[in-house]
Nanobody, 115 residues
């Protein structure tokens, strides 16, 4: 089992910045992919950004150049720096951990972009 604890969501004005954090604990394998997905009301959950244990990243086109994903050296935490946020970034953001043969989700953290 892997437990994921997210933090950093909240209310932010358009054009502002926010930083999400996710800490993983439990049976963590050295080879894994961690990242962020989001789900807006009435929409399907979508990939935002992921990073492998080797440091390879993948971003949704809608956030490229604005969001940056990173992880700590221990490979147990992942961060997402969100800059120049837009109204359409409003969603519940979920941390995700993918191991060799398992997949876990955090409880989600709300990000609301509003003036």
């Amino acid at each position: 089992q892997v437990q994921l604890v997210e933090s950093g969501g909240g209310l932010v004005q358009p054009g502002g910045s926010l930083r999400l954090s996710c800490a993983a604990s439990g049976s963590i394998f050295s080879i894994n992919t961690m990242g962020w997905y989001r789900q807006a009301p009435g929409k399907q959950r979508e990939l935002v950004a992921v990073i492998t244990s080797g440091g390879i990243t993948n971003y949704a086109d809608s956030v490229k150049g604005r969001f940056t994903i990173s992880r700590d050296n221990a490979k147990t935490s992942v961060y997402q720096q969100m800059n120049s946020v837009k109204h359409e970034d409003t969603a519940v953001y979920y941390c995700n951990y993918q191991g060799v043969d398992n997949n876990y989700w955090g409880q989600g953290t709300q990000v609301t972009v509003s003036s």
